[in-house]
């Protein structure tokens, strides 16, 4: 692999890794008002299974940070999207 081809996938991995963390906030802020796994899935748009498993995890760690969430749900981006 080339150098710009590893700087081109650092830059396409770095961006699904911020676009995860604004989706884990925003379920994050959802949980928060109390909203349940599907009424949270269709406001984001976002398969219902993705949102599942965020929201346990939020629910069973509540005082997990985003960094923490991102790094044990970073694999979930390949399926989610």
Known sequence: MQAWEE????RLEGREEGL?????????KKVQKDMDVATIAD???EPA????KIYDFIKANP????DK?????????ENSN
């Open 7 to 10: 700087k081109v996938y650092e």
């Open 20 to 28: 995860l963390e604004g989706r884990i906030e925003l379920i994050r």
């Open 43 to 45: 406001l984001m748009e």
């Open 49 to 52: 299974e993705f949102v599942q």
């Open 63 to 66: 005082f997990a940070d985003t």
């Open 69 to 77: 969430i991102l790094a044990q749900f970073h694999p979930i981006t």
